[in-house]
């Protein structure tokens, strides 16, 4: 499970390879994605995207051109199915609290029938 830096971080990443299997991009290309209220610096971008190697999702090469840093990525197996975990994800949080509504209301109405027959 990805944090919430993480998770900004690999969607910024998936948005920019942009449904290609490589791309070349720096970090203020991953810096202009990233929600700005947040306040990354290009050190922690280099943080979590080392992280995010280390956990298979891309492979990372830093590279120099023209003095700046640059990042080449070549996605792998997790970082093409990032999307479809994050949806996956989301759809069980939503049965989770669906689950727990219906919970709440057979528990309510359980407690009136108890409630009718001994009150």
Not at 54 to 61: A, H, K, P, V
Not at 111 to 117: E, H, M, N, P, S
Request: a positive charge; proline letters at 3%.
């Amino acid at each position: 499970m990805l944090s919430r830096s993480e998770n900004e971080v690999m969607s910024a990443v998936y948005c920019l390879c942009d449904g290609t299997d490589s791309c070349l991009i720096s970090p203020l290309d991953i810096l202009s994605v990233l929600p700005a209220k947040k306040k990354y610096s290009p050190e922690k971008v280099d943080g979590i995207l080392h992280d995010l190697m280390c956990d298979g999702y891309f492979d990372l090469i830093t590279s120099e051109r023209k003095g700046e840093r640059m990042y080449v990525i070549n996605l792998k197996e997790n970082g093409f199915a990032y999307k479809r975990a994050a949806k996956q994800r989301r759809r069980d949080v939503a049965f989770r609290i669906v689950l727990a509504f219906i919970g709440a209301a057979a528990t309510f109405i359980f407690g009136l029938i108890l409630k009718g027959l001994f009150g």
